[in-house]
């Protein structure tokens, strides 16, 4: 039987295009926008027998290029493409079983990474982004996870990412907090000011300003005299000790969850005497208008937006078009990503309008998402993100304890159940769909069975106990591809030459559900051959072949993990 044979030494992408442009070419359409249209479609699965395997492609994409009634037409083998006997709505470009196999498991992550040109521009990623004088609290707790998610995907497949942490410094909380505390002393002083105590007299301050009006006024004043420069020497100490209180704590809990920020930028560095230029560039293009009241705004799509008050004070739009001119300008970015609740929609729509119209080249993007509900004390108050964490890494410590499958000693029995309870939070969070509501549950995160973050890295402990037991057993420098006879195998492999599609399809959608849920088939991929892979009694030559899967399938895994801000643990 003839077959289309896989480049050698070629990686899975390579494969699609060598096999893209021969279909091209028997249909007389070997453009560039064919080929890549049916690259774009193609996914690596199996025909009906265990030797049968191929590019599945929608039979629809085939005939858009190909207006012919029969596959009988195409100037190619009919044992090379022919209709997939599992769905009649594709196609099935035919591949040698051997050839592939030796193509994925020589081909591995690193070599495939080594080929990527990093962009030379950087996409901005804006993510977490909480208040100063305020503990993280679980509300910031999805654009943490989703945006360091997304700047490890872009990072990998683009190579070049800049995070960026937005840090809320300005506006009359600042006046509040400052309010507050004067009322807290004596019991609070200048060396013993902490965020929760901050955080207090913020709250301390706003009850106050429900039995007296003025209160918000007083508020309202020394943040403006704050913004226009007329504050005095100890108020500027004040709010510089804030940011740095803030920022301190916020650290430790970044660390904690591994994610490290390249700048950390603030609102306070957009205020109305730092955005003349700004101002001037809007008026010279026609965007900028004085109202009657002496508030500024900006004309777009037939609607005024204001952008300054009347007092001269800046607003949360005016200072984000200064950030996004001002990181366009830094560092040469023309992809900005925001990642913000699904409530600030209209604000990104506002941003968006107007950023293009001031410079077309900058592109912003909104990445929203859903609330999580079910979070909250028991006076119905948002917790803190650190008393989720503490509560995840107590209820694994337990689990572990009662465990018969435990395999750490008690020295480090505090860091691995704290990085389970973190991948638990994580991986509940990011197999939901981005952009929906959703209800946090104990009980489903932190299960040891089914789909959670405690499942991925049982199975990648069990690879890594697997590579430790046969460590005198070295991973061969050949694939032989014919000692893959069993089903279990040839699953696993396709599963692994999988991921390069599934990176490309998360990164279209920006959707972690994706990513997640191929780990779990990949989990369940792998289990089910350790099962039936037995590589202590296997002859030499077999045994080095398995652990050369099993340590291919690691490495997919392990590097899906860490894209989703995982950290792959060694034993549990």
């Known amino acids: 039987m003839v077959r289309t044979t896989i480049l050698s030494r070629s990686n899975y992408q390579l494969c699609k295009r060598y096999v893209a442009e021969k279909v091209a070419c028997a249909i007389n359409k070997n453009s560039a926008d064919v080929v890549n249209d049916f690259i774009a479609n193609m996914k690596i699965g199996k025909g009906n ?15 858009k290029h190909f207006r012919k009634n029969s596959l ?19 196609v099935m470009i035919h591949l040698d079983k051997y050839d592939f196999i030796n193509n994925i498991l020589k081909n591995n992550i690193g070599i495939t990474r080594q080929h990527c040109v990093p962009n030379s521009k950087p996409c901005i990623i804006d993510f977490s982004s909480p208040n100063i004088a305020k503990p993280f609290h679980v509300g910031h707790l999805r654009s943490t996870i989703i945006g360091n998610f997304i700047s490890n995907l872009k990072n990998f497949i683009d190579g070049r990412v800049v995070r960026i942490n937005y840090l809320g410094d300005w506006g009359p909380q600042f006046g509040y907090t400052l309010l507050g505390l004067e009322q807290m002393k004596p019991d609070i002083s200048k060396n013993n000011i902490t965020l929760e105590s901050l955080h207090n007299a913020y709250i301390l301050a706003n009850q106050m300003a429900k039995n007296d009006s003025s209160v918000h006024d007083k508020a309202k004043s020394i943040f403006n005299d704050l ?32 994610i490290v920020f390249d700048e950390y930028d603030w609102e306070s560095k957009y205020s109305k005497e730092k955005i003349q230029d700004i101002l001037k560039q809007l008026s010279k293009i026609g965007l900028l208008k004085l109202k009657e009241d002496g508030s500024t705004v900006v004309l777009s799509n037939n609607q005024e937006i204001t952008i300054l008050k009347n007092d001269n004070s800046t607003l949360y739009l005016t200072r984000d078009i200064a950030a996004a001119l001002r990181r366009h300008e830094y560092y040469g970015s023309e992809d900005l990503f925001y990642v913000v609740d699904n ?39 948002g917790i803190l993100l650190d008393l989720l964490l503490n509560q995840a890494k107590s209820t694994m410590i337990l689990k572990r304890k009662y465990s018969e499958t435990t395999k750490i000693d008690s020295m480090n029995d505090n860091e ?42 049982y199975t990648h402990c069990r690879l890594i106990s697997l590579e430790e037991v046969n460590c005198n057993i070295t991973l061969p420098d050949e694939v032989i591809a014919e000692c893959f006879t069993e089903t279990v195998a040839l699953e696993l492999i396709l599963e692994i030459c999988r991921f390069e599609d599934i990176l490309t399809e998360t990164n279209q959608e920006l ?30 030559t077999i045994a080095q072949q398995r652990i050369l899967l099993f340590y291919r399938a690691r490495e997919t895994l392990s590097t899906g993990m860490k894209i989703l801000g995982l950290v792959p643990l060694k034993c549990m």
């Open 49 to 63: 027998s265990m030797n049968d395997i191929g590019l599945h492609m929608p039979l629809n994409i085939l005939q």
């Open 72 to 90: 009988k037409d195409l100037k190619i083998t009919s044992h090379e493409i022919t209709t997939s006997q599992l769905n009649p709505h594709y």
């Open 227 to 258: 913004e226009c420069g007329n504050s005095t020497s100890d108020i500027n100490n004040l709010w510089n000790e804030f940011r740095s209180i803030t920022i301190n704590e916020l650290e430790v809990i970044y660390k904690r969850l591994g």
């Open 343 to 381: 409530t600030q929609s209209k604000h990104f729509y506002l941003l968006k309008s107007l950023i293009a119209q001031i410079n077309s080249n900058i592109n912003v993007h909104h990445i929203p998402f859903g609330r999580i509900h079910g979070m909250s004390s028991r006076k119905g108050q």
């Open 416 to 457: 691995v159940a704290d990085v389970l309870g973190i991948s638990a939070i994580i991986i509940n969070d990011l197999k939901q769909k981005r952009k929906k509501d959703y209800n946090f549950s104990w009980e489903s995160a932190l299960q040891v069975n089914g789909d959670t973050g405690i499942k991925l890295q």
């Open 511 to 540: 959707e972690a559900c994706i990513l997640v849920n191929y780990l779990f088939r990949l989990a369940n991929c792998i289990n089910k051959a350790l099962k039936v892979l037995n590589v202590k009694n296997s002859s030499s």
